[in-house]
Structure formats: C-alpha cells, structure tokens
C-alpha cells in the first residue's frame, strides 16, 4: 500500500533538512530557557511572601494551582486572541504551567530548613535578607534544584502544543511531519525533544551538585 | 471589546450548543460520530474519551502498581516510567500514533492520553502500598494474615488515599490533553478552538478556550470530592500532605 517509502528514521533527511531542524531546536531551546528563567524571577519572591506571610500562602498556592489546571491547549487559546500567534503566546503559557512546580518546591524547600539553624542566624544578629540569601536558601537548594528540574523537563515536553498558534519549536516539525504524511519527520523531532530534555535535566542536576558540595561530603 | 463580545455571541447562540443537525451526524460507513459542531455533543465527546483513556490506564496501571508495591519491588522502574513520560511531548505520542497503522482519529488520542494517564496512577499505587508502616504488615502477618489478606485488607485500605490522589491527577491531566486531538482530526471541546483559529474567528476560539478551562477546572472539583469521599476521615489529614 505504501507505495512511497515512508521510513520511521532517516538519516538523510536529517542531513538534508538540518538547517531547518537546528533552527527549530534552537528556537526550542530558547524558548524553555527563557521561560524557565522568567517564572523562576516570578516565583521566587512568590514563594517567599508565601513563606513570610502564611495568610498569603493559599491564595498564591491557590492562583498558580488553577493556572496549572487550565488545559495548555486552552490557555493558548485565551491568550492568542489577545497577544496574537506566535512566541510571545507560548512564552506567556510556559511561564505560567513552570510557576506551580516552582513556587511549591521552593516553599516546601523554605520550610524545610531546620529552626534551629534560623534561630542561631538570628541569634547571631542576621538581617533578614542576609537570612534568606546566606542561611535559608543554601539550605532550601536541593528542593529548589529539584523543582527546576521538573519544570524545565515539562516545559521541554509542553513547548511543542505551541504549534496550537503556530509557534511550537520541535513540535512544527512533528505536526508538519503529520500533515505530509513523512514518519521520519516527526520521529527526528520527538528524540530531539527527549534528548534536549535529558541534557537540560542533567545539567541541572550537575549544577545543583556543584551549588551544594556539603551535602556530597555528608553522603560521603 | 469585539472579542470579548464575539466569544459571547458564540457562547450565547443556542444552535451554537445544539448544533445545526442534532448531536450526532451519520458517517459515510454508517455508523454515527458526535456533530463537530455542538458544544454539548463535543462536551460528551470529550468526557467519552478521557473516561476510554482513563479507563485503559486504570485497568494496566492499577493492579501493576497495587502488585508492585505489595511486593515492594520494581520502585527504580516506576520512577523511570514517570520521569520519561514526563520529557515525551504528548504531541509527539499523538503524531506519531496517528502517521502509524492507527491513523489520525480518536483511538490514537485514546491511546495517547492513556499512557500519559498511566504513571500517576502506577507510582501513587506502588508508593501506598510499599509505604504502609513495617510494623503494621509485621503485626498483621503475626496475626497470622496469609500476604494476600494482608495486601487486600491492610496495606489497601492505607493506600488508598494516594491512590486516590493519583486518579485525580491523570483524570484532570487527561481531560487536559485531550484537547490536543483537534490536531489529529479526532474530536472532542479542542475542535471550537482549533476551528476558530483556522477561520481566524477569535471570539470562538475563546469561547472554546473558556469552555476548555471550565471542563478542566469542573472536573478537577469533582475529583477533589471523590479523592475526598473515599478517603477515611482519620488518613484526610495525611492525604492533604501528600498532594
């Protein structure tokens, strides 16, 4: 029946095509740095006043749990009429769907550290900021790590429903591999995808390794 | 503003609900599929097919999970499952099921949206019951509970409020993803969206947005309900913890 060879990879076609693959890995790319980047700036303070202030915990927790439960392909939709197709949609989604995964790791990782630890920095004449920045967030590191890793994975994984208003990296090729009816096409993009994954993730978790080098020596 | 107007004029025309021919229009093989251009017959539509999808996740993930953690073996690998699934795009499962023998259409999102439906299910069911207290399992077993009474009449009953927790995720996650088959000529609420956008008409695509949202965030109350209903008073406490 298949009278066009319709193979599930090739090689040549990766070759021929690798200019227009690499511009939409770096486009993916980009787009889930810039976007992780983004939400972190917006969580991180989130988190704090969250952590300082425990009658403003549920409404943050609250606003970001429903942004999170609007289905992505819905809240391109909502978005798209208003700052039209294209990246600056996708890039206001990723943020969104990041900012859950991060301000409850980063909270959780806040309130893990020990009291007795904060209340010796008090003790020791520790201004709050010099608090937050030198004793609760190196001991909150390997929650926020975590945290990163996760929304970083997903947002690799959600850029592609970008395709939704036309902008979706990797997930261009998957859908136009779709639309022509090519295997390979998409096959290229979605390992693309796992391995940009992948290597986001283990960078990550080697850089939370290098920021955290007493937890190794406890383990050790 | 227009828009919003125009996403109301969509939302507040009733033929926009009922569709023009009634809820389902014949196929050419003559069987019947629900009309693409009801809101209520796109609605059943959906909720049809993340109950299909949920439904399979159930049937694999459930008993897998329950076994698994009787057993407590295998943790390694549920983690794993989770983590890939995590990083596949649930685009690239969909396109590559429908350019497969499967073809573009409902299964291939059914499929989809079940093994996406499947790790929340399968490592809330490992982690309830691998991590029922030792000393409860040694003290049953003392009594002399042969292990599959102790699995059915123990370790379930503690696990429960995880499993719980775990269908509600995969059931809001895959009434979230469902949306994505407007892109694979399947149906369900992603159609309005997907319509409006191509017809560059963007009161409906927000109309259809705004429905999407309210489906999502409905179910995720139910679920909430349920996760709490079947829960045992004394464990709500550590079941909140928990998600």
Redo the contacts between chains.
């Keep these: 029946m298949d009278a066009v060879p319709n193979p599930w990879f090739s090689w040549d076609y990766v070759e021929r095509n690798w200019s227009e693959v690499s511009e939409q890995l770096v486009i993916h790319t980009t787009l889930t740095l810039q976007a992780i980047l983004i939400a972190f700036l917006i969580a991180f303070p989130l988190a704090v006043v969250a952590r300082r202030i425990p009658r403003l915990a549920g409404p943050i927790m609250g606003i970001s749990g429903?942004l999170y439960?609007?289905?992505?392909?819905?809240?391109?939709?909502?978005l798209?009429?208003?700052t039209g197709i294209g990246r600056t949609t996708v890039l206001i989604g990723l943020v969104a769907y990041a900012l859950l995964v991060l301000v409850r790791n980063i909270v959780v990782g806040l309130q893990g550290v020990d009291r007795d630890v904060v209340d010796a920095a008090r003790g020791l004449g520790y201004t709050p900021a010099r608090m937050l920045f030198q004793v609760e967030l190196p001991n909150a590191l390997p929650s926020i790590v975590a945290g990163l890793r996760?929304a970083t994975?997903?947002t690799?994984?959600?850029?592609?429903?970008g395709?939704?208003?036309g902008y979706?990296g990797?997930?261009q090729l998957?859908?136009r591999?779709?639309q022509s009816?090519y295997?390979a096409q998409?096959?290229t993009?979605?390992l693309l995808?796992?391995a940009l994954?992948?290597v986001l993730?283990l960078l990550l978790a080697l850089a939370g390794r290098l920021a955290t080098p007493w937890l190794r020596r406890r383990a050790s | 503003m227009s828009l919003v107007s125009d996403a109301w004029d969509y939302l507040t025309t009733w033929e926009h609900w009922t569709g023009a021919n009634g809820l389902t229009t014949a196929t050419f093989d003559g069987g019947w599929r629900f009309a693409q251009d009801s809101i209520i017959a796109l609605t059943l539509e959906h909720l049809w097919m993340s109950f299909a999808a949920v439904s399979l996740a159930i049937i694999v993930a459930l008993p897998l999970g329950l076994f698994l953690g009787h057993v407590r073996r295998g943790g390694g690998t549920t983690v794993v499952v989770s983590n890939v699934t995590r990083a596949m795009p649930t685009l690239a499962l969909l396109t590559l099921f429908a350019a497969s023998a499967i073809g573009y259409g409902n299964t291939a999102v059914i499929l989809a949206a079940a093994i996406f439906a499947f790790p929340p299910i399968l490592t809330n069911a490992y982690t309830g019951m691998a991590d029922v207290d030792s000393d409860i399992r040694e003290a049953a077993i003392g009594q002399g509970l042969t292990p599959r009474q102790v699995a059915l009449r123990v370790e379930l009953p503690l696990a429960i409020p995880l499993i719980a927790a775990g269908l509600r995720t995969s059931t809001v996650q895959t009434v979230a993803t469902v949306p994505l088959a407007a892109l694979v000529a399947g149906g369900g609420l992603g159609v309005i969206v997907n319509t409006g956008l191509a017809t560059q008409r963007y009161g409906q695509v927000l109309a259809g947005a705004v429905i999407i949202a309210a489906l999502a965030l409905t179910i995720d109350f139910v679920m909430s309900r349920v996760q709490r209903a079947v829960t045992p008073a004394p464990l709500r406490e550590a079941a909140a913890t928990a998600a």
């Design positions: 429903v439960t609007i289905p992505s392909f819905a809240l391109f939709g909502l798209a009429p208003f996760i994975v997903s690799v994984a959600l850029v592609t429903v395709v939704v208003v979706g990797l997930g998957m859908f591999g779709l009816d295997r998409i096959m993009a979605t995808c796992l994954a992948l993730d």
